[in-house]
Structures are given as C-alpha cells and as structure tokens.
C-alpha cells in the first residue's frame, strides 16, 4: 500500500520520500513504485489516475526515518498491528516539524488507540487508501476525537489532488469501509467452508447479482488474507464475534496462503 500511495503521488507531481525496514525491501520497493508510476502514466486519461507532462518527480527510498523530517505529511502504512504503528508514530512524530501532518493509512485500528503515540493529535488523522491504489477512486479521511478540522481539510485536499473523492468518517474500529467489506469476505469464506457454492461461484453471484465490480473471495486474495486475519482479530472483540476469522482464513495463512502476493490465495495467481 505504501508503494502504491506513493507512486499516486508521484504520478500527481509530488515528491516522495519513502522509508522502508531493510535494505532488500527498500529495492523492492523502488522498483514497484517506478513500475506502478509508468503504468499510470500508460493509463493516464488525464483524469483520476495521474497527470503526465509533469516532470518525473524525486524519488528517494531509505531505511532511515530520519529522512521524512522535513516532510509537510508523512503517511505511516506499515502492518496492521496497532504496537508497531505506535512506534512508527512517535517515530515521525519526534522528528518532524510542530504543523507536520501525520496520518496512518491503517484499514481498522480504531485512531484513539494510535493518537497516543503521535504528540499533536490534532494533526493526526486516517487518510485509508484502497488496494489497488491507482485504480480506485476512493480514500477514506478519519476524523479522530482530536483531530483539527484544518487537518481534515488538509486531508481531502491532499487526496482530491491525487484524483481521489473522500468519504470523511468519525473514528470508529473498521470506519465505514472495512466493516462493511470484511464483514462480507468472512461471511464468503464461512459459505465456502460449509460448501454452500463455489470459489468461482460466490464471487459471480454477487458480481452477477448484486454489480459489485469484484467478488469477496478474488477481493480477499487482493487485500491479503494475512491483513484481513489481522482486522478479523482486531474487530471481533471491538464489534463483536460475527468478526470472529474463520477457520479455513486461519489456516491459510498458517501455510503461507496469502492470496496474490504469494501466489496462492483462494484463488491461483
Ligand atoms: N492490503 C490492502 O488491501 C490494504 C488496503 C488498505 C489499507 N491497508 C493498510 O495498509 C497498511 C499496510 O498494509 P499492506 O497490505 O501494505 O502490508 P504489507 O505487509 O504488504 O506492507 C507493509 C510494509 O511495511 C514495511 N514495514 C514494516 N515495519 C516497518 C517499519 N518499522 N518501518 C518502515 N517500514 C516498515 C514492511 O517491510 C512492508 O513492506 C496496513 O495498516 C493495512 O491495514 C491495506
């Protein structure tokens, strides 16, 4: 996801400045953006996806933290465990400017249990992106108890300048969007757990039936199933058992079935 925002923000003029864990990660990381930022240009209707004609903007991959200091806004998007994002925040936070914005592009965790980390929470707030990033034309802006109204209008701005339209929601585990989209994937893994239908045939019975663009199982193997494990397990004691994850979700991740990012998921990739 981290690439993804910031090839979006390449290919709409921005500079990007790009922290990754290790060395290894941070080359991977730059060759996804670079390809992600041509294959925007490649689509570019000059609309939602990206503006070429624009000189390539600057590009710099790290390992260090320290690099985002001077940075107007710093998105954080690393795994979905709320301790490790607490750690990144007060990472960023004790190191950039006092009207810095910080955002967390978490898909659940609930921004009272990260505003914590972060010392100005007023500036802090959900800017939650969608997978794939340039292909889809919604981000969902978190307003936190804390957060300023300036920074939510910091947020749309900064989102509509990637082509993006906003949904702007009050904090609250899973926000408007993962609460309805995980609650569905786990209800099509339930299904296929009790042999009710098909892989192939949940996913066009709402394509077919209901016009979503995409089927929860193809979704869930796009999202991840290692993510949607972790949002199951944050939401279901926050929201309430129908979150519980679904046994055969649990397995496949324990055998490394992650969906397209390993190759396997519910369905061949
Ligand atoms: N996958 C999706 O469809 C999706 C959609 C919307 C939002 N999100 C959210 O985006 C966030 C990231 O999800 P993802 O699917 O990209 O996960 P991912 O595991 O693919 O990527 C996370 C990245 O963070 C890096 N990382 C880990 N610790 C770090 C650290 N201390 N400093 C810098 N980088 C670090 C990892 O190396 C990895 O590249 C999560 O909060 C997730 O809920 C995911």
């Not at 659940?108 to 972060?118: D, G, M, N, R, Y």
């Not at 292909?135 to 957060?147: F, K, P």
């Not at 099509?188 to 709402?206: K, N, Y």
Request: charged content about 25%; some cysteine; aromatic content about 6%.
């Amino acid at each position: 996801m981290g690439s993804g925002i910031a090839a979006q923000s390449m290919a709409s003029g921005l500079p990007v400045i790009l922290v990754e864990a290790s060395d290894q990660r941070a080359e991977d990381a730059r060759e996804r953006v670079r390809r992600a930022v041509s294959r925007i240009h490649e689509h570019d209707d000059g609309g939602a996806r990206g503006r070429s004609g624009f000189p390539e903007p600057e590009l710099l991959v790290s390992t260090d933290l320290a690099q985002v200091s001077g940075c107007p806004l710093v998105i954080e998007s690393v795994p979905e465990v709320a301790e490790l994002k607490r750690e990144v925040l007060a990472g960023i936070a004790g190191i950039v400017a006092a009207d810095t914005l910080i955002a967390t592009n978490t898909s659940s965790i609930a921004l009272k249990e990260l505003q914590v980390a972060v010392g100005r929470p007023e500036r802090f707030g959900g800017l939650h992106f969608f997978n794939p990033v340039p292909a889809s034309s919604l981000v969902e802006v978190v307003r936190g108890s804390a957060t300023g109204s300036e920074t939510i209008l910091d947020f749309v701005r900064f989102a509509e300048g990637l082509g993006k339209e906003c949904i702007v929601v009050n904090d609250s585990p899973g926000f408007a969007t993962s609460r309805l989209g995980v609650i569905l994937g786990l209800e099509a893994i339930r299904m296929l757990e009790e042999g009710v239908a098909s892989v192939e045939d949940i996913d066009r019975g709402m394509i077919l039936g209901y016009r979503y663009p995409m089927g929860p199982l193809r979704l869930t193997d796009l999202v991840g199933l290692d993510v949607r494990l972790a949002i199951a397990r944050y939401l279901a004691p926050t929201l309430g058992p129908r979150f519980e994850p679904p046994r055969l979700l649990v397995d496949k991740v324990a055998c490394g079935e992650l969906g397209k990012k390993s190759g396997v998921g519910f369905y061949t990739w």
